[in-house]
T-cell receptor, first 109, second 111 residues
């Protein structure tokens, strides 16, 4: 089925460890996004990529880096994970409205 | 003040009721408005997408935008237990790249 695929679905990290969240879309969308969702805070934009080769910071970029590898793929990297980065992470792509992936539940202990 | 305000609920209604979900916003430059439904432990899915003011209907769902009051609503008619989910409003500026989300309203429809 067409859509946005995120991996992994679950991850537990120790403080200071690094990891990369992967996202791929097969809808030929130009724009891709990374959000985090926390209770009472809603969805907050971490980074976005308006087109292949460009990335921009969103509302909460500190502690994260991104790579727009090609038109399909947009990855999010945590270089040194902190407990404050415990969250559910959603990737989305857009031509108009967003299509979201199913999320990655990350716990940093 | 947050850009988009949404009452978190929770909201509990009997099956068949009409549900009204609302968001207010502060920036009059918002032009595009969306409603998402999010089931527990799933990603949000797009329900309705409207531009500027007016109403849009899709089956049991009606989205309403009142730009003069900076207020948007989602109405669900003949609510069903399968409508039990969190509903998120979102909006963006004309020419903007990102949508700004409300925190979501949790809805339970009781059989």
């Amino acid at each position: 089925n067409a859509g946005v695929t995120q991996t992994p679905k679950f991850q537990v990290l120790k403080t200071g460890q690094s990891m990369t969240l992967q996202c791929a879309q097969d809808m030929n969308h130009n724009s891709m996004y990374w959000y985090r969702q926390d209770p009472g805070m809603g969805l907050r934009l971490i980074y976005y990529s308006a087109s292949e080769g460009t990335t921009d910071k969103g509302e909460v970029p500190n502690g994260y880096n991104v790579s727009r590898l090609n038109k399909r793929e947009f990855s999010l990297r945590l270089e040194s994970a902190a407990p404050s980065q415990t969250s559910v992470y959603f990737c989305a792509s857009s031509e108009g409205g967003y299509t979201f992936g199913s999320g990655t539940r990350l716990t940093v202990v | 003040q947050k850009e988009v305000e949404q009452d978190p609920g929770p909201l509990s209604v009997p099956e068949g009721a009409i549900v009204s979900l609302n968001c207010t916003y502060s920036n009059s430059a918002f032009q595009y408005f969306m409603w998402y439904r999010q089931y527990s432990r799933k990603g949000p899915e797009l329900l309705m997408y409207t531009y500027s003011s007016g109403n849009k209907e899709d089956g049991r769902f009606t989205a309403q935008v009142d730009k003069s009051s900076k207020y948007i609503s989602l109405f669900i008619r003949d609510s069903q237990p399968s409508d039990s989910a969190t509903y998120l409003c979102a909006m963006r500026y004309s020419g903007g790249n990102q949508f700004y989300f409300g925190t979501g309203t949790s809805l339970t429809v009781i059989p």
